[in-house]
Every structure is written in structure tokens, then in C-alpha cells.
């Protein structure tokens, strides 16, 4: 009797362990982080797009879960990854706007980052696509060694695209070398005065395949001007119809050299897609209702589809949790006349939010969010938890039997929360607070924004976006408004003091994560 007794509570004990475990196999996923570029909050299929099809995207959201009120860091790129990398909200840290394509390094070797610390649980890390942090110590010699870089601030391998597809140099870096270079033919880059006396956008503006609108008239590589100046490295250069063939080719040799290692994998997939200049290959041309924009983001899904298969050719599916989302939200005319404006017909890349790139209002940093892990996340399920990815370091490193493997040093991720619960849907509670970032700063708490004054540029022309800057500060209740028309700030002084308090003790504070939010 005592025997069975013994033996129940035995049974007990071990269900009860496995349910809180996931299993082993489980226990330490792959993580694949799919990062678009400026991507919109309905861009994408299941987030409602017209005039373009992501059946690929979509299947993450079938198979996974979708989240309804997830942001990136910041309203552009620099800004949005070196938050995600570093855990440190880039509002923070001087230094961290839209970076030059010769910027040096800004994130600075030693620095613990999302990569760094998935290789202490035993990660193989790598990035491959857009980089856009710097690379270099400044007065960067591309002929030589590239670094500090990627490599210097844990990641294992990479392969990149150095800053923008807009922005010289046109060429890729792989770890530390420019891939194809002919050593006869070195490469300069300038930026501000022009290099020598070659052709530009401006000068020779009728031999263009993709004309600019603003900006974006030097140097001309594939018959494209771009922003700064570069000579030499003919052999070196790519051919944008190429790039998304190219970085997804890369991709997936990364995981299939993972398959028999017995070793976890960190990909950072950074796609160069649907930034401009937007060049989709052949096979995307007229795939979309919506010209070149549209079709890029066709060419988006198919990349995502491909590492869907390479991650099922190597038995990897289950344990591997796929990330979708984006760096920012969208622009149509960012500077090239490739018809984002008139072939748009009823696409709305914002949803139902306002504003757009660049802007505190909200379409700037709410952006799609889809994760998919096989067995851990209930398939086809919605979340409107408040999500940030400046969470993400925290939150991988919490995963599984990571959280015994990762020591985070003390105050090297600040505003990293944990948000394991949240991310794999078993919490509809994302975070309490949450600091947006346009040009302004602005604060989510629930469904409540304050967007702090600002004297900057209310409206951006040439982008066509509503920045959200006022000089007095606006409120808005997003769950009654979540396009953000009636500015509640004089019928609601309370709150906005009590917010206005809020955001200045963040600041101040320097620390946003005090504790886990599991
Ligand atoms: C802006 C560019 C824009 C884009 C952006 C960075 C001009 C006029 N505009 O300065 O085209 O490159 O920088 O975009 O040059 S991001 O998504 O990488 O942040
Ligand atoms: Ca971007």
C-alpha cells in the first residue's frame, strides 16, 4: 500500500515537472529572427494587406501566434536594431540616429548584446543581411580587415549588406572581408564632398533605371544613384535585382551547417527588402497590384519560405522559433520614383494607425509581429500584449535551459524585460510601460499614449508622413482612437501630468527593467 502510495505521488511529481519543462528537445530552441525593413503594420497578409499575397508570413501566424500591439524600438532602422542587440533603448546613447554608411561602430566590441548572449548558452550566431550599426573604428579602409563589426560583439559569422541598400558602399562584407574584391581596383568611399569627377545621379540623371525624388543623387551603381560617394570595387558590386537571392542563399547555408552539430543556432535574418531603392528580381515583377513596393514585399514572402524549407529539410522545424516582424514602420516615396504612391490603390501599409517612418505617432514603431514555435505556441492564436523587441535579449536569454547558462552582467541589458510569458502566449500581459520613439519620445501605459512636445516638424512633405510632433504634447486613448484624432491632453490635464512624471523618471532613471516581468 505504502509501495502504491510512493509510486503515485512519484508520477505526480514527474508530470507536474514535465508540464512546467518543455521538452528537452525543446528546452534550448533555434531562433531564427526574421527582420524586415520597414515593413508596416499591413504590409503583410494576415495583418490585412490588399494587392499583394505573403502566404509564407501568413503560415508563421497559422502555425504561431500574432501580436496586435508589438513595436519596434524606434520609427527608423539604426535606432530599432541597436536597441534589439544591445537591450539599451537607443534614446539613450548619443550617436545612435540613421548612421552614414562609413559610421564606425556603434556598437563597441565587448558590449553584451542579444548575440553575445545566446553564445554563452552555447549558440551558434550568426547575421546575414542589413547591418546598419557601423563597422570600423572610423576612416574605415574597406580593402583591408573590416573591424570591429559583427564578430567583435558576438556573432560567429556574417554576411552584409554594410549599412542601406541606399547607401554606398554597394557592396557586401563577409566576416571581415569585402566578398569578390579585386585588389587592383580598391575602393573608396566618401561622403558629403564628391569622389573625383564621376557621373552621379545629378549629372547624369537621364541615364537612370530608377529615378530619385530627394536625396539620393551621387554615386551611380546598377543604374541606380544612392546617398554618398564611392569609386573603384567594380568586381565587388552587387546588383540589387540580385540581393534578396543573394542574403537568402547565405541564410540558408547557415542553417544547413548547423544540422548534426548538436549545437543551438542564433540566426539574425536582416532582409534589405522592402527599404528602397526596391528592385525585386524578374520573378517578383508583377506579382504584386501595387508596383515595385508590392512586389518586394511578394519577394519578402519567398525568402521567408525558404528558410521555412531549409529549416524543414533539416529536421529542424520543431525546435526552432521563427520571428517575423520589422525595424520600423513604412514609407511610400523614400526618396526614388519607383510609383509606392500611385500604384497603391486600396493597400493601406499603416493599418488603422497614423503617421508612418519617422513619426511618434503610432504606425512609426507599431509593426508586425508573428512567432512561431512548434509545441510551445498554441498554433492560430492573437495577442494584444504590449511587445517591444528591445525585449528580445532578455528574453531569449530566458528561454529553456538558457536562464541557467547566461550570466547577464549587472546593468548590460537596461531596458531588456523579460517577457518569455508573453512572447509564447501564455500571458496576455506584455508590459506595463512602454517607451516609443519617433524624433520625440512618447510613452504607452494600457491603451494610453502621451507624445511629449516637441518643436520639430509637424509634417514631412516629402515623405508624405505626419511626424507627431506638437509643442504642447498630445494624448490619446489608442483602445477608443487607434488612429490618434482626438488630442485628449486639455480635457485629461491629470494624466498627462502623471505621464509627463512617468516618462521623466524613465529618463532619468536610466534603467527600465528593474525586474522580470514573468
Ligand atoms: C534617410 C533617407 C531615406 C532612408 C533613411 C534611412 C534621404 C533623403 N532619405 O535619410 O531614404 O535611407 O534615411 O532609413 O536621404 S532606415 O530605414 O535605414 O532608417
Ligand atoms: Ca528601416
New binding site residues.
Partial sequence: MRCLMFLCVFMLMTVSVAAQNPPEAAAQPNIVLIYT??FGYADVGCYGARGVKTPNIDSLATGGLKFTDAHSPSA???PSRYAMLTGQYAWRQKGTG?AKGDAAAIIKPGRTTMASLLRQAGYRTGVVGKW?LGLGDGQLDWNQAIKPGPLEIGFDHCFLIPA?G?RVPCVYVEDHHVVDLDPSDPIRVQFGKALDDQPSGKTDRETLKMDWS???NMTIVNGISR?GWMSGGESARWVDEDMADRITEKAVQFIENQKGSGQPFFLYFSTHDI??PRVPHARFVGKSTMGPRGDTIAETDWCVGQLLDALQACGMTENTMVIFTS??GPVLD??YQDSAVESLGSHDPAGPFRGGKYSNFEAGTRVPMIVKWPGVIQPGTVSDALMCQVDFPATFASLGKNQSMIKIPKGAIPDSQVMASALLGQSKQGREYLVEHGGALALRHGSWKYIEPSKKLKYNPRTDIELGNHPEGLLYNLADDPGETTNLANAKPARVKAMQAKLASLRKVGQTSPKSNQ
Fill in positions: 525593413d520597414d527608423t532602422c539604426t540613421i546598419h542601406t541606399d530627394h536625396g539620393h546617398i527599404h528602397v525595424d520600423n523614400d526618396g
